[in-house]
Nanobody, 115 residues
Framework: QVQLVESGGGLVQPGGSLRLSCAAS????????MGWYRRQAPGKQREFIG????????NYADSVLGRFTVSWDNAKNRVYLQMNSLKPEDTAVYYC????????WGQGTQVTVSS
């Protein structure tokens, strides 16, 4: 099993930046990929944001391409989501996931973009 804990959320002004962190523990050596989703409102479906494979390949949703970057620090067992040029519509609960056969999820961290 894999345990995931996100951190780094908060309130930021439009145009600002924020970095989310996801700490992984447990059976981390068998994780093949990790990434991020977000849910913009209760009851709304989670939206894919970006992912990174163990080899370093990445892919992103069109809505965040060029603004968000996913990175994986193997030494620290952490995945990061660097978010730049934030917009009010980026306001959401952001969830980290890890693929290890089944997919594991973190508990989420709130990001609010508002002036």
């Amino acid at each position: 099993q894999v345990q995931l804990v996100e951190s780094g959320g908060g309130l930021v002004q439009p145009g600002g930046s924020l970095r989310l962190s996801c700490a992984a523990s447990g059976s981390i050596f068998s994780i093949s990929s990790m990434g991020w989703y977000r849910r913009q409102a209760p009851g709304k479906q989670r939206e894919f944001i970006g992912a990174i494979g163990r080899g370093g390949s990445t892919n992103y949703a069109d809505s965040v391409l060029g603004r968000f970057t996913v990175s994986w620090d193997n030494a620290k067992n952490r995945v990061y989501l660097q978010m730049n040029s934030l917009k009010p519509e980026d306001t959401a609960v952001y969830y980290c996931y890890a693929d290890h056969g089944p997919r594991y999820w973190g508990q989420g961290t709130q990001v609010t973009v508002s002036s």
